[in-house]
Every structure is written in structure tokens, then in C-alpha cells.
């Protein structure tokens, strides 16, 4: 009933662990069997080791929060070695999030990436929170062209790319990338944002910005999704927000064939597992025989 | 670690704003360790950690500071009321490996898990804990000397608790408690030479270790607090300047 086929995978439910908020899985793993889930998207990984940033590094708002982590990861080779394996014992797709700072440094990771397990890789164009004086490939479809070609050349395994909700136009930056061969698209990553000290008198992050997810992005995330699958064939995996089944079904009639679930892993760490349960529900209360039936009903 | 809804047996003002909160529930902690605690559905987004206070057979209690919207929903919990609690988490001590004379420094609501920590503790344990004005948490405290001092004079020394800490006579120090008062107690306890363990405070979102925006800089990284700290060995944290 919750299946879903795509890409040659068998997704056993359309729930899928977002980047960054879950971890390579072991902890909430500890908390419920994370086999349960659709799949698992790694840390945001980068060629290199990265340290992230230093000072504060969350910030609450109003049904939200703000990040600025910095793409702090191991490196792929010791996600390859270290993180990995233990991974391919769940009984779920895994996903690798690949970030970076040139197009270089894109490729050479998605090399490593390409020749391990990972089942799919998702390309990271959009991360507010890495600054570097390097480009932000993901607010001009140009730029993120030239990432998305270079990386496509060297990936065989299937290639997502997670765009950010700062593209100067989203539904042009998604046609982009699947021109340049990306086999779907994940969106949205976090909103650039900020906060303010009013008594310090200065921005609450070094950086100055940081990244807004949570509740409070739902509506436009998912109006994002909506114009998005109205303009490419690929599947999408829809982001942000969401915090239970209603909303997940929301992005999965707006056109989502997965969602991923971040920052409600923090409200409840059950959160994963109770959509699953509650798209379940939805589906047999409403006499829906598959969830494929309802993909982009809107 | 577990993620459950407990009951509360009681929630109860010792202070100007300062709570004891039991709830029931059967547990194993160390001291240092801590829970995400959720009293309510969506606002505050994020849970909130508390550090192990006290523990019995059932149950296991807190001490908190009434401070900004989530504190204030806790203190309006009443008996039978229900709160979901995520853990024991966090590295906290193996205390079996402590010996020796050890002081606890603690500074207002910091001196909360300490509490946990004397109770625990086989060895000498001295206690100094600073306040701003009243005396909290102290009842029932286990200790062989105890050392209070008041910001305001009320109670004690009339200052603060570092101006009356050596550090000299100790063969660990445990402190937790404002940054400037931590800084301080590193310092004291560098010139010393004495071992030193401090619990790091930071704000956390999954409490577990998956999320990374609760680190802390230390002499081998950036840690997450709420996975390879809270407790950290003194040298090993930076402090920024
Ligand atoms: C491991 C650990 C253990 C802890 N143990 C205890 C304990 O045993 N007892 C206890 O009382 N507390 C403890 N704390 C602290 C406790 O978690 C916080 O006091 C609590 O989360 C405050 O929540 P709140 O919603 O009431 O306040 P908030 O609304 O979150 O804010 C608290 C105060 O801080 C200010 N503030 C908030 N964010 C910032 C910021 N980014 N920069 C500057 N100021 C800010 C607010 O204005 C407000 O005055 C612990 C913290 C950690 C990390
Ligand atoms: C703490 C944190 C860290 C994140 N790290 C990454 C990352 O490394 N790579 C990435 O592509 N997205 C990252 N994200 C973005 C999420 O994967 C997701 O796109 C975003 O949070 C919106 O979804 P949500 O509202 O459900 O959280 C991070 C989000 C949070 C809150
Ligand atoms: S709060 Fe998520 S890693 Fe510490």
C-alpha cells in the first residue's frame, strides 16, 4: 500500500529522513528501529573533513528554527568506511547528501560517493550556511547548471539534486537541472535567514545569516513543490515542514512522490515513524488502495 | 534511552522561580547526565534539557529555573498531569573512578546537577555553591563540608563562590554554573594543576547527537554537548576569548 518504485528502488514507505537532522542514523536508531523508515539521507558530506562553524549554532523562532551548522562532517572517505557500513545493515534505501564549495570538489565527492553503497546520491547546491567567498550554486539555474553537468558526468548511480527555496526562480532552477540529467529533484533545503540580538546589538550568528526550517516554512515549501511538478517528470522528494501525515500527504497530493522529514525529529523523535503510521491510516480510512494513487492529485 | 510520557508526583516552587519537578518513572543515570523534556504540543518548537537532579526507586526529579516560555509551561504542571521525556542522555561520569577529596563548584541553577553528583560520590566531597540572593536545592545534600556564598550576603559568604574556592586541597573539582564562573574555576585549577571536570551548557535541538548545533570548541574539534558532553574534561575546552 505504501510502496512506492522509483529509480529501480523499492521505497517501502514515501518517509525518508532528511539531511542534517537525523544524523548517519545511529542515534535515533537507539530510539526506534530506524529500518522502518523509506530511506535515510546522510549528513551533508563534503570531500574533506569540515569542522562547521564556531559560535552559536541554533536559534528558536516562532514555529522554527534557525541553523547554521556549517556542513561539520567527517569526510566521505570516513563515511565510506566508518558510517557506512553500519548504514547498509538497515533495511532502508540510504541516501548520500553531497556538499561542497567548488565544482571541483563536487566531482572528486561524487567519485567517492559514486563507487560506494550509497543507493542514491542527493546533491547539495544550496547550503546558506557555508560561506568561504565561495558561490552559492543555487541561487542562478546558470551556475547551478554547471555543477549539476559536471557531477552527472561522473555519477551513475541515481543523482537527485536538493534545491534551495532562494533560487531566483525555482521552477527554472528545476527544469535546469533535470536538462543537465538530474533523475529527480528534493526540495526545499532551509530559507536564508537571521535574528538579532537587540541587547548585544549585533546578529545572533557569526555568519550573520543561518537557515530557517521547521513548521514555519510548510506552506511555501509545499507551494514550491506544486509549481515544480507542474514543470518537470522526474519524481520529487517534497521538504519542509512537515510534521505529521496530513502534511506529508499535502506534499504528496502536490506532486511529491517522497517527502523528508527534518526538524519534526526534534519536536518528537517518534516523528518519522508516526507519519508512516498515519499515511497508513489515511490511506485505509479513505479506501485508497496505494499511496501512488494520490501522487500529485492537485 | 528512551522516549516516554511520565507522570508528574510533583512540581513544586523551593524558591523565588525555582522548581523541583518529580515525575515517575524507573531509570538508570550517572551524574552529569540529562533529559529533553516536552510539556507541551507546538510552542516551544524545541523540548528542553534538564540535568538529572535526584533519583529514587520510581522516580526521578529536576531543579529548574523559570526562565523563558518553556520553563514557564513546566512550572505549570500539576500532579498527574503528564510530560514526555526523552533519555537518560549525554556522556555523564563513571563515578566509580573517582577517589580522593573532590569539590563540587556550583553557581545558582547550575548547582542542580551537582547535587546528583555528591549523591553518587563515595569519596570526600566538598561542596561550594553560589547563589545570587536565596539558598535553593540543598536539602538533604550529602557532603562532608558545605560552602555557600550570596551575591546579596543573605546567606554565607557575601561575594562570590570562586573568591572563596582553592582549588589546592582537591584532587578533582567538578563545576558547573555560569560561563564567567566556569572560566574561573579553569583558571584557578590550571594554576593548581588539579583535574578538573565542567558540564557545558548549550542549545540543543535533538538532544541526541544527530543534528550538530550544540557543539562546543574543544581542543580536538568542535563536540556536540549533548553526546560527548555534557561533562568535558577541563583542558580539553576552549573557551573564546
Ligand atoms: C545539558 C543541559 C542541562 C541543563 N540542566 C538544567 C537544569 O538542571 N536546570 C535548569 O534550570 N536549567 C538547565 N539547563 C538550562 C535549560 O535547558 C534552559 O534554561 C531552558 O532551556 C530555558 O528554556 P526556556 O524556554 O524557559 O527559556 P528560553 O525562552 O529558551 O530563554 C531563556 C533565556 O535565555 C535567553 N536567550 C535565549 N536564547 C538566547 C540566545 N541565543 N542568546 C542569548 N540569550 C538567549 C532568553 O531571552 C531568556 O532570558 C540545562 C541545559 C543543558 C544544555
Ligand atoms: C540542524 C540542521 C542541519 C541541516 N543540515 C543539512 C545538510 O547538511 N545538508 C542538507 O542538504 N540539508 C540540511 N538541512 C536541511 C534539511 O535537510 C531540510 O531541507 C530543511 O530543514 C527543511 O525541512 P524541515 O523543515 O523538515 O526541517 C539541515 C537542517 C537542519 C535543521
Ligand atoms: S542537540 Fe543535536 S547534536 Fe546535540
Known amino acids: 500500500m505504501l510502496n512506492i518504485s522509483l529509480w529501480g528502488k523499492t521505497f517501502k514507505n514515501p518517509v525518508v529522513a532528511a539531511s542534517g537532522t537525523f544524523g ?9 528501529d530506524v529500518s522502518i523508515l523509506g530511506g535515510i539521507v546522510t549528513k ?8 562547521g562553524n564556531e559560535g552559536i549554532r541554533c536559534f528558536e523562532t516562532s514555529s522554527g528554527m534557525l541553523n547554521s551548522v556549517g556542513l561539520q562532517n567527517p569526510g566521505i572517505d570516513y563515511f565510506i568506511e566508518n558510517e557506512l557500513p553500519f548504514m547498509k545493515t538497515l533495511n532502508t534505501i540510504i541516501i548520500a547528501n553531497l556538499g561542497g564549495g567548488s565544482i571541483e570538489e563536487y566531482v572528486q565527492g561524487a567519485e567517492k560517493l559514486d563507487k560506494s553503497d550509497v543507493d542514491i546520491i542527493e546533491l547539495n547546491i544550496s547550503c546558506p550556511n557555508v560561506k568561504e567567498g565561495g558561490v552559492n550554486f543555487g541561487i542562478k539555474s546558470n551556475i547551478a547548471r554547471e555543477v549539476v553537468k559536471e557531477v552527472r558526468r561522473v555519477v551513475k548511480k541515481p543523482l537527485v539534486v536538493k534545491l534551495s527555496p532562494d533560487a531566483e526562480d525555482i521552477v527554472d532552477m528545476a527544469v535546469t537541472c533535470v536538462e543537465e540529467g538530474a533523475d529527480g529533484v528534493s526540495l526545499v533545503n532551509t530559507f536564508k535567514a537571521m535574528a538579532i540580538d537587540i541587547y548585544k546589538k549585533r546578529p545572533v550568528f557569526k555568519n550573520v545569516f543561518a537557515g530557517l526550517s521547521g513548521p514555519a516554512i510548510k506552506p511555501i515549501a509545499l507551494r514550491m513543490v506544486y509549481e515544480v511538478s507542474k514543470a518537470v517528470n522526474v519524481p520529487i522528494m517534497g521538504i519542509g515542514g512537515i510534521k505529521d501525515y496530513k502534511d506529508a500527504i499535502e506534499f504528496i497530493m502536490a506532486g511529491a512522490s517522497l517527502v523528508q522529514v527534518g526538524t519534526a525529529n526534534f519536536i518528537n523523535p517518534f516523528a518519522c515513524r508516526d507519519i508512516i503510521n498515519g499515511i497508513e491510516n489515511f ?14 492529485v492537485i | 534511552m528512551q522516549y516516554s510520557s511520565l507522570k508528574v508526583l510533583e512540581n513544586r516552587e523551593v524558591a523565588k522561580n525555582i522548581f523541583k519537578l518529580k515525575l515517575e518513572g524507573k531509570y538508570n543515570v550517572k551524574p552529569g547526565q540529562f533529559f529533553m523534556l516536552r510539556s507541551w504540543e507546538d510552542e516551544p518548537t524545541l523540548s528542553r534539557p534538564f540535568s538529572i537532579y535526584d533519583k529514587g526507586e520510581n522516580y526521578i526529579s529536576f531543579l529548574y529555573e523559570v526562565k523563558g516560555k518553556g520553563t514557564e509551561k513546566l512550572a505549570k504542571l500539576k500532579c498527574q498531569d503528564t510530560v514526555k521525556v526523552l533519555g537518560p542522555l549525554g556522556n555523564g561520569m563513571d563515578i566509580s573512578r573517582i577517589k580522593g577529596k573532590v569539590a563540587l563548584v556550583g553557581g545558582g541553577i547550575g548547582i542542580a546537577p551537582l547535587f546528583y553528583f555528591a549523591k553518587k560520590i563515595e569519596a ?4 561550594y555553591f553560589g547563589f545570587r540572593d536565596e539558598v535553593y536545592g540543598i536539602e538533604n545534600l550529602k557532603c562532608k563540608n558545605l560552602y555557600i556564598s550570596t551575591e546579596s550576603g543573605k546567606v554565607g559568604y557575601k561575594g562570590y563562590i570562586t573568591d572563596i574556592f582553592n582549588p589546592f586541597d582537591y584532587n578533582l573539582v567538578i563545576t ?16 593548581t594543576a588539579t583535574p578538573l571536570y565542567l558540564l557545558m551548557e548549550s542549545k540543543m535541538a535533538c538532544g541526541i547527537g544527530a543534528c550538530l548545533v550544540c557543539t562546543c570548541k574543544t581542543k580536538d574539534g568542535m563536540k556536540r554537548v549533548c553526546k560527548d558532553g555534557p561533562v568535558f574534561k577541563g ?3 576552549v573557551f573564546d576569548a
Open chain 2, 235 to 237: 583542558e580539553e575546552v
Open chain 2, 124 to 127: 570526600h566531597v566538598d561542596i
Open chain 2, 176 to 191: 558547573c554554573g555560569p560561563l564567567a564562573m566556569m572560566k574561573k574555576v579553569k583558571d584557578v585549577c590550571k594554576k
Open chain 1, 44 to 51: 551533508g558530506l563534503t570531500l574533506n573533513k569540515r569542522e
Open chain 1, 24 to 32: 548517519f542514523s545511529r542515534e535515533y536508531n537507539e530510539i526506534y
Open chain 1, 283 to 296: 490511506l485505509k480510512e479513505e479506501g485508497i488502495n496505494s499511496i501512488n494513487e494520490i501522487i500529485g
